[in-house]
């Protein structure tokens, strides 16, 4: 059995209090439904989730690193996009 | 010869003692990474039903024999797993086979112990019945691939298959024990299960495309604490260091 021939499948855990599913790592698995087993055990063995998703890796559409100046870099001057020029009514707590 | 109750849990827990011990021998040699983690899950899960039977035979005994010292110090005779479990591994489709053949018996057997007349045994199978669950889920999966699989990995199944059904014969062998244990609603006769376990296992095997071989005459008989000379082999290793330091702590 080679594992050469097994998809890489991206890893996503909700933890008992967490809202959303994070990444936490990948594991090869033949298909959907190994994917899963073998991230439950690979990723939940210390009570780390309740809730799992799994992905192929290759379904995954990511940006490239080396247009990171013109994707990211413009937002670094823009400060007036954070809320924090706004004065908050004092009624508006916890903000 | 022991107490019926005794003997009854002493089968569920040296069974499950030898289960998790032949899959620990596969820690660290998996096919692939993920498989050996899951695999030593499973072995894990095994030893920890294993530890709670162990400890509720002992406290039925009412001779002072803890857990360890049943796990540990007892010779070949007087283990009681069914003799399927004290097989040696080989290869991974006989693995993931044996493994899916026990767990589905006890996937129709722990549920019915949960009704149990003794509140240890009856939580011991509530637990177990989870874990249980997912070891047939996992194992079943992996019996539908390789037998459905290539022309290699469906006779290497086929030949698993062959060489490990006969073995199946003894978890629905009945005895005095059986009788026993069922008077008082204790346990329940694993002869009584064949039939579900039989629908459980023949659907995953039809997906497998794997033909279920024809029941014969051989009856082992590990229950009864007659064994193969394979056991001796698993228990040297294992038995070691308490034998060797008896009482030894870390």
């Known amino acids: 059995m080679s594992t050469q021939e097994w998809p890489l499948w991206e890893v996503f855990v909700r933890s008992r209090n967490g809202l959303d599913h994070k990444h936490c790592g990948s594991v090869h698995a033949p298909d959907p439904k190994l994917a899963l087993q073998m991230a439950r055990d690979v990723y939940t063995r210390r009570q780390e989730g309740v809730s799992l998703w799994v992905v192929r890796s290759d379904h995954i559409v990511a940006s490239d690193p080396d247009a990171k100046p013109e994707l990211f870099d413009p937002a670094a001057d823009k400060i007036y996009r954070h809320p924090t020029f706004y004065r908050l009514p004092d009624e508006v707590d916890h903000m | ?250």
């Open chain 2, 1 to 250: 010869m022991l107490e019926p109750r005794v003997e009854y849990v002493l089968r569920l827990a040296d069974g499950a003692l030898l289960l998790g011990q032949r899959l620990s021998e596969l820690c660290g040699h998996g096919p692939v990474l993920e498989e050996d983690i899951a695999t030593t899950n499973i072995a894990l899960d095994c030893i920890g039903q294993a530890r709670l039977l162990l400890a509720l035979a002992g406290r039925l005994e009412g001779q002072g024999r803890d857990e360890d010292r049943l796990a540990f110090l007892r010779n070949e005779g007087e283990y009681r797993n069914p003799t399927l479990l004290e097989l040696p591994n080989g290869d991974f489709g006989r693995v993931v086979l044996r493994t899916f053949l026990y767990s589905s018996f006890l996937d129709v057997l722990w549920p019915a112990l949960q009704t149990s007349t003794d509140a240890d045994l009856a939580a011991i199978a509530a637990k177990s019945a989870k874990e249980t669950r997912y070891h047939r889920e996992h194992t079943a999966d992996w019996v539908i691939r390789l037998g459905d699989g290539t022309d290699e990995s469906h006779r290497r199944m086929r030949d698993a298959l062959d060489a490990l059904w006969p073995y199946t014969a003894e978890l629905f062998s009945k005895d005095y024990v059986d009788d026993a244990v069922t008077r008082d609603g204790f346990g329940v006769a694993w002869a009584t299960l064949r039939d579900p376990w039989l629908r459980s296992v023949e659907a995953v095997l039809a997906e497998a495309t794997l033909a279920r071989p024809p029941d014969t005459p051989f009856l082992s008989r590990g229950k009864t604490g007659v064994h193969t000379e394979h056991l001796g082999h698993l228990l040297a290793p294992m038995q070691h260091l308490q034998r060797s330091h008896p009482g030894a702590k870390w």
